[in-house]
């Protein structure tokens, strides 16, 4: 168990929907990573937060967003989905840097 | 671009012999780097990391090594355990943070009994 916790686990949905991803790092990391991984692809980096504030951007589409919370939980928003915004999404949670990212078990989205 | 590149889609290994993945990088800027392993229907798990200030870093039945010059990390599994039958990420992060963990394809290990 890596002490992040990632809801829901699946995800079915039509396009043009909206849906919200959650995440709870482990206890003690500040620092939060959203990947999105897609038919047996590699791992796509998408944003990372430290502490409320968005540290980096990677290959994230307008039409997601994410935040950080007080409490450091984190979400990830996606809108107007499209059949191609099916896979995996995981959240990794990290301690001081460098260190390794923690992930979770993912959720996996289906659009419709 | 693809910063990070594992080259073998899939690995097939006889129980109690070695196995060895490999990956190879492309940003002179990375200095640490890890390798993942993942199950089906779970997260990757962290196995062993390496900073560039090092070639060889040892944890067990899982050796990592580095070629900076090469531009090239290999993983080594001695004796490999059909448990470790999974799907193998590379990765590659810059200690600064500038550049963020960049993962790889993934190759598929089967460790046949």
């Known amino acids: 168990d890596s002490g992040v916790t990632q809801t829901p686990k699946h995800l079915i949905t039509a396009t043009g929907q909206r849906v919200t991803l959650r995440c709870s790092p482990r206890s003690g990391d500040l620092s939060v990573y959203w990947y999105q991984q897609s038919l047996d692809q590699g791992l796509q980096f998408l944003i990372q937060?430290?502490?409320?504030?968005?540290?980096a951007k990677g290959n994230i589409l307008e039409r997601f967003s994410a935040q950080q919370f007080p409490d450091l939980h984190s979400e990830l928003n996606l809108s107007s989905l499209e059949l191609g915004d099916s896979a995996l999404y995981f959240c990794a949670s990290q301690g001081d840097s460098p260190s390794p990212l923690h992930f979770g078990n993912g959720t996996r989205l289906t659009v419709t | 671009d693809q910063q990070v590149k594992q080259n073998s889609p899939s690995l097939s290994v006889q129980e109690g012999r070695i196995s060895i993945l490999n990956c190879d990088y492309t940003?002179?800027?990375?200095?640490?780097f890890l390798w993942y392993k993942k199950y089906p229907a779970e997260g990757p798990t962290f196995l062993i990391s390496i900073s560039s200030i090092k070639d060889k870093n040892e944890d067990g039945r899982f050796t990592v090594f580095l070629n900076k010059s090469a531009k090239h990390l290999s993983l080594h599994i001695v004796p490999s355990q059909p448990g470790d039958s999974a799907v193998y990420f590379c990765a590659a992060s810059s200690a600064s943070g500038t550049y963020k963990y960049i993962f790889g394809t993934g190759t598929r290990l089967k460790v046949l009994a």
């Open positions: 937060y430290y502490n409320g504030e968005e540290r």
């Open positions: 940003n002179s800027m990375f200095d640490y």
